[in-house]
């Protein structure tokens, strides 16, 4: 496991890991189409589910210097009600917790920046655009969880994966591209995807 250094950080990473362990989440929450269509939407369904994949996709995107537009998200949130812009998200994972607020939602990342629904379920709305982002930095890193920092010139804003580590894939976008290319919209080389099916299947080629 890898821990953070700083002695102020970890301290309120320990308060902030137990303000979350005692409050249950409520996974309906994260549902919300009506129960009754057969054609429901469940956010959940969109995370990579397993070490591997979260491998191979940070990977591909290392190898390939490329970003992933991931169509079909954008579709899920338009269809459940969330507004979207013309940039399709490269990243998204369907639960965090944010700060130390104890607020939980899902953490899509494009172009103009990292946008989440944890202050209002039902409203998506940016949290950092990459204009004041100064560094991601990785915080922890466990079995099935992971935290990170996003670092901008006043603060920290500390976010938590609780049950996957979908984050990395995040880490290795930013890692690999962002720093180098994407702040200045330079030699970009952006792959659309508009299913799942596409994405998963380009995560397991060889090449």
């Given amino acids: 496991m890898k821990k953070i250094q700083d002695q102020s950080d970890k301290e309120r990473l320990h308060e902030f890991k137990k303000d979350l362990n005692s409050n249950e989440i409520n996974w309906a929450d994260f549902v919300m189409a ?32 490329a970003i992933t537009g ?17 940039h399709n998200p490269f990243f998204f994972t369907s639960l965090v917790n944010v700060s130390d607020k104890e607020l939980s939602g899902f953490l899509y990342v494009n ?36 935290i990170i920092t996003i670092v901008s010139e006043e603060s920290k804003l500390i976010i938590y994966e609780p049950y996957s ?24 080389n952006e792959i659309a995807f508009h299913t799942q099916e596409e994405y998963l299947n380009w995560l397991q080629e060889k090449n």
């Fill in 34 to 65: 009506d129960d009754s269509d057969s054609n429901e939407i469940n956010l959940g369904d969109f995370d990579l589910n397993n070490d591997e994949l979260i491998a191979q996709a940070s990977a591909k995107i290392k190898n390939k210097k």
């Fill in 111 to 146: 172009r103009d920046g990292l946008h989440s629904n944890y202050l209002e379920k039902s409203e998506s709305k940016m949290i950092f655009s990459w204009d004041s982002v100064k560094d991601i930095e990785l915080v922890e890193e466990g079995e099935s969880s992971i």
């Fill in 70 to 86: 991931l169509v079909y998200i954008n579709t899920a949130l338009s269809e459940l009600g969330y507004e979207t812009n013309n």
């Fill in 165 to 188: 580590k979908n984050m990395l894939v995040l880490l290795s976008i930013y890692k690999n591209i962002w720093k180098n290319s994407l702040k200045d919209e330079i030699g970009i």
